[in-house]
């Protein structure tokens, strides 16, 4: 499938592991910045070079049907229990990406077993650790618009 | 600048990873008491040294790196250690693929909360690569770190100045993450 881009006003989906979620005075949910840095090199694995995610609006439904359909989609094996989903706003990280003079690109590209697959491109390399710790702090601060369980 | 610590001195690398001594011992089917008063049993019956038994060896190990560090540290720090230590590593949230936090990364962790005596984090967590990480919530806003275990750490800072956000990353050494966590929570 084509790779299109997401309109701003749309969000995405980032998986993030327990380890990477703490939990604020208010008792708010709050993801580290490091789930948005890219996954360097490994001896298995090339440098990871965009942000796996889904596209929101990608499903209908109500708003908690579309919840439940990205819960699905993440295709993530034995989910753990305390697991979340950061709704990210693309619009808003594009915007993040413009104060470090980055072009973030947010791509719908659905595959046919994961029609809402969507990728975040443009994000510093994990080479560059300061700055990509940088634009994950800008992300994390200013683009997640909300946290939601990823067990249902 | 680092807070006097016994024996009184700036913090160098010697100082730093080299915590007072003191003998922890434990058995291997029995070990050292866990959070909330708690005590983690090892189940005898394990045949194979499966992921759950790895990642128990782990959390021990923890643990017990923690403890020797336990003098320099109030009750309540090493009680929220444990307690951290054992929320993020347990079989019902961690990955097997995932990396461990390293030890080195944990005692970077400690020795450096001793030394400058910042003990009122937020929260813990394990960052990609088995970093150690740790958050501040300042009145005046949020500092996280990524202890390496190189002597390192990866922070960052949103501040509010006159209602205005400042935001700051960097990755420095212990002494110069001192210094800056110490200008934003003092």
Not at chain 1, 32 to 54: N, V
Not at chain 1, 69 to 88: G, P, T
Not at chain 2, 116 to 132: A, F, I, P
Request: glycine share 8%; net charge negative.
């Amino acid at each position: 499938m084509a790779r299109k881009p997401i309109p701003d006003e749309h969000h995405v989906m980032r998986f993030c592991r327990a380890r990477l979620i703490y939990t604020d005075k208010t008792g708010k949910l709050c993801v580290w910045p490091d789930a948005f840095l890219l996954r360097p090199a490994t001896k298995e694995k090339p440098e990871e070079d965009y942000l796996s995610s889904d596209y929101f609006e990608h499903f209908s439904g109500t708003a908690e049907q579309i919840l439940e359909q990205c819960r699905s989609a993440c295709k993530i094996v034995n989910i753990k229990n305390d697991d979340q989903l950061a709704q990210l706003n693309v619009g808003k990280m594009k915007e993040q990406g413009d104060k470090r003079k980055l072009n973030i690109k947010v791509l719908h590209q659905g595959t046919k077993s994961r029609p809402s697959y969507a990728g975040v491109y443009g994000l510093p390399s994990p080479t560059q650790e300061s700055e990509a710790l940088a634009v994950a702090q800008l992300i994390a601060e200013f683009a997640v618009n909300d946290v939601f369980l990823c067990k249902a | 600048m680092f807070r006097s610590f016994s024996p009184s001195s700036p913090m160098d690398d010697d100082d730093v990873h080299s915590p007072k001594s003191v003998s922890v011992s434990y058995d291997r089917h029995l070990i050292v008491g866990g959070s909330g008063g708690k005590t983690l049993v090892r189940p005898d019956n394990i045949i194979h040294a499966g992921f759950e038994e790895r990642l128990f060896d782990v959390l021990v190990g923890l643990k017990v790196t923690a403890a020797q560090y336990s003098m320099h540290l109030t009750s309540n720090v090493r009680h929220r250690i444990f307690s951290e230590l054992d929320r993020l590593l347990n079989a019902e949230n961690w990955y097997e693929e995932d990396d461990f936090p390293t030890t080195e990364a944990f005692r970077d962790f400690l020795s450096w909360t001793v030394y400058s005596q910042h003990q009122c984090w937020q929260s813990l967590g394990v960052g990609n690569g088995g970093q150690m990480l740790a958050v501040w919530l300042a009145p005046r806003g949020v500092v996280t770190a990524g202890f390496r275990g190189n002597n390192k750490v990866g922070w960052t800072a949103k501040i509010d100045v006159d209602g205005v956000a400042s935001l700051s990353a960097d990755i420095g050494s212990l002494k110069e993450f001192d210094r800056l966590l110490g200008s934003y929570l003092d």
